[in-house]
């Protein structure tokens, strides 16, 4: 099965035959000279085009050479040697002449994706690069993430840490001494507990004046949804915002901001009925 | 980071087991398409850049590693054959094709062997290459057409090497040399 460079090779051959004596059709002007762009096609795999069913019919009319040819060859005998050379002796593990399913299935994928680049411009770059930056950013996350450090949290900037002796895992709302609650983190100086506490009471409210229904996992913005009233509706909905930017957005506040707010939430209790 | 040294470690083992594993395969044939004229792979041509004196008898051979352009334009190759093997040729230029088509005005053959010829080619000659890929059997051996070289001999190249054919050329302009068992062109001649 020495055949795969020697049949590659009878095949250049007698290519190269025809292409030395071959003669153009219109031959009675010019030189006699005869030119050709000589095109094979050799080897493996990857080309574009799709799994089996792909067929093309050529054009009915497709002329084949049938010109007269002086046959040149290659030394018998220097090919012999070659045959009884163990280098080109392609037996032995791997000799598989054609080609295994696994073969062909990776031949069918680099089909799919060459054919697909092939109708994207600069196609073949921009996949290169964006891989490249792919596997690059996935390398530098990883490094980060090993060394300890948040490669996400980087970004983002951190507001300063407040400590909080304070757990929101249970709230019943119905169980909170708010006014007292409240006084102590101003007392305390912790001005965002006092606006959780703030915008808690204010959903209390809500709920005794049976605006919303009240339950411990619904989300704030269930409750905005409840409300009916456009006003009402409009100024929970500010809260809401300056309650989640100020709780969950890890804002610091100061006294100043604090009765911005403060008087934010009096204002929405007065219009409550 | 207890968890994350566990899998870096084992991840770290299975690949030094796949290198070792990879080091001690029995040598198999190397069925890469590398080409090289001094590479006795299946895939190499070392055979034909040593024998090509056979059919080129008292000519010189220069082997160019350089673009087209640079090869005809800068070195002046007049009365010669060019031979170009390459798994593909994405990287033709322009320019490399308008050298291409002077070179062969002024009377020189040109020979070329790829499996995709890319967008130049594609754009001046109107031509597309496409794999004929078949579930099962594989076989696809390709055979001259020219009655003097014996249409009826199939040559097997193996390795689904004949399921390439030209799905698109200029018909008027092309000539068939060669095709494959499902008579799909795979070796056309183009004359200028």
């Known amino acids: 099965m020495e055949q795969g460079c020697l049949a590659v090779l009878k095949i250049l051959e007698k290519a190269l035959m025809t292409t030395q004596h071959c003669r153009w059709r219109n031959i009675e002007y010019m030189h006699r000279l005869f030119k050709f762009l000589f095109v094979v096609v050799l080897t493996l795999f990857m080309a574009g085009g799709g799994f089996a069913a792909n067929k093309k019919h050529l054009p009915a009319k497709v002329v084949t050479d049938t010109s007269k040819l002086q046959l040149k060859k290659f030394n018998e005998q220097a090919i012999e040697k070659f045959r009884t050379n163990k280098d080109f002796n392609y037996h032995g593990p791997g000799a598989s002449y054609g080609m295994s399913l696994w073969e062909r299935f990776w031949a069918w994928i680099w089909n799919t994706i060459t054919s697909t680049l092939a109708h994207i411009p600069n196609g073949g770059s921009f996949l290169l690069y964006f891989f490249l930056t792919v596997a690059v950013g996935f390398l530098v996350y990883f490094i980060l993430k090993s060394a300890g450090i948040d490669p996400i949290g980087i970004w983002q900037g951190n507001a300063k840490k407040i400590d909080l002796p304070y757990t929101e895992s249970l709230e019943n709302i119905h169980e909170i001494n708010f006014d007292a609650e409240v006084e102590k983190a101003i007392s305390q100086h912790n001005y965002r507990l006092a606006v959780r506490l703030l915008y808690l009471k204010c959903l209390k409210q809500l709920s005794d004046s049976n605006l919303i229904h009240w339950q411990i996992d619904k989300t704030n913005s269930a409750y905005l949804f409840e409300l009916t009233e456009p006003t009402q509706k409009q100024t929970f909905g500010l809260l809401t915002t300056q309650f989640e930017y100020i709780w969950y957005g890890n804002f610091s506040i100061d006294q100043q901001a604090f009765g911005t707010i403060y008087s934010l939430f009096q204002d929405f209790k007065t219009k409550l009925p | ?192």
């Open chain 2, 1 to 192: 980071m207890r968890s994350l040294r566990i899998y870096l470690i084992s991840g770290g083992l299975l690949l030094i087991l796949y290198i070792i594993a990879q080091a001690n395969r029995p040598k198999t044939i190397d069925w890469s398409e590398s080409l090289i004229d001094k590479e006795k792979a299946p895939y190499g041509t070392y055979i034909l850049f040593d024998r090509l004196k056979d059919i080129f008898p008292g000519s010189a051979v220069t082997a160019y590693r350089q673009p087209v352009y640079n090869v005809i334009a800068e070195d002046s190759v007049a009365n010669a054959s060019y031979l170009i093997i390459a798994q593909n040729i994405n990287e033709f230029s322009k320019p490399d094709y308008e050298q291409l088509v002077k070179y062969v005005e002024a009377g020189n053959n040109v020979f070329i062997a790829s499996e995709y010829f890319g967008k130049t080619f594609e754009k001046y000659l109107d031509i597309e290459t496409k794999e004929y890929l078949e579930l099962i059997g594989n076989n696809n051996p390709v055979h001259f057409v020219n009655p003097a070289l014996s249409p009826q001999n199939h040559y097997n190249i193996g390795k689904g090497a004949g399921s390439i054919y030209f799905s698109r050329f200029d018909t008027l302009k092309a000539v068939v040399l060669g095709e494959n068992a499902h008579h799909q062109a795979n070796f056309i001649k183009f004359s200028f």
